[in-house]
């Protein structure tokens, strides 16, 4: 029996065991199990794989997308340029462990994306600086999407939520939500943008999916915007998964 898990901190909002359970069962598979392992730290991942002996992959998520990397022995050419990672395949070779980073986000958001701004001008604004917003960043640069990250605490480059008036709105018609905020249970917190400015011009992209509608989603469709959370783009992300972990893909395309 294969085990296989999800990594992150906290974990109650997850989709992956109910997705991957669900998948076991309709795709007949068997020899395989899906858990979740919180874990606060990524420092807790040696003793994680040394209690589970029978871990064969993980997904990882919020936080440890960026500091999972240096406990791992490879990463593929996507993942060591976005430097975030959320897909882990484990082997063993004579007693020793050989740990491969994969990130599978930037297959899942193009994908996700691609049908929604056919047709547009488009420029993106994307909430968040961590790892998930590196690998939303990459999808923008395939899909020739020019973008601006927005932080809290903007460095050169960035812009900062004050930053925010009707001329960026405006000109940058796609916004994109990769922080935690509105997931549950704390579904009443939004992202601090001028939803006042917003119309049915843009299009409001949440990484989250958990609720299926955040407060940031609702914000944008009473002003006109198209909005979409974050499942189709987590459902295309595991299947990827999936495969790097039983087909022995190697150097996945980005799309």
């Known amino acids: 029996m294969k085990l296989l898990g999800l990594i992150g901190y906290p974990l109650d909002h997850s ?98 994306l691609a049908p929604l701004v056919t047709g547009r001008v488009n420029y993106a604004l994307i909430l968040g600086t961590g790892g998930a ?38 000109k940058h018609n796609i916004i994109i939500n990769t922080t935690p905020l509105g997931t549950f249970p704390d579904v009443s917190a939004f992202p601090d943008i001028p939803y006042d400015l917003l119309g049915d011009q843009h299009i409001l992209f949440d990484l989250v999916y958990n609720p299926p509608e955040t407060k940031f989603m609702e914000l944008g469709r009473r002003k006109g915007a198209l909005v979409t959370n974050g499942y189709k783009m987590l459902t295309l992300q595991a299947e990827r998964s999936w495969e790097i972990w039983t087909s022995g893909i190697e150097n996945i395309t980005p799309v």
Do not use: W
Not at 41 to 47: C, M, T
Not at 51 to 68: C, Q
Not at 145 to 158: D, T
């Open 15 to 112: 989709f992956s065991v109910p997705y991957f359970l669900e998948k076991f069962k309709n795709d007949h598979i068997t020899g395989y199990r899906y858990l979740n392992f919180p874990i606060r730290s990524a420092g807790e991942l040696p003793a994680l794989l040394s209690s589970h002996p029978d871990l064969a992959g993980l997904n990882v998520t919020i936080p440890h997308k960026e500091t999972i990397i240096p406990y791992l022995d490879e990463l593929d050419p996507l993942s060591r340029e976005i430097g975030a990672v959320n897909t882990i395949r484990i082997s063993r070779h004579s007693g020793s462990l050989h740990l491969e980073g994969f990130n599978t986000d930037v297959f899942g958001f193009y994908h996700s």
């Open 133 to 170: 917003s590196k690998a939303i960043a990459y999808a923008l640069k395939l899909l020739d999407i020019e973008y601006l990250i927005v932080s809290r605490k903007p460095s050169q480059g960035m812009l900062g939520y004050s930053d925010l008036c009707h001329a960026v709105i405006k």
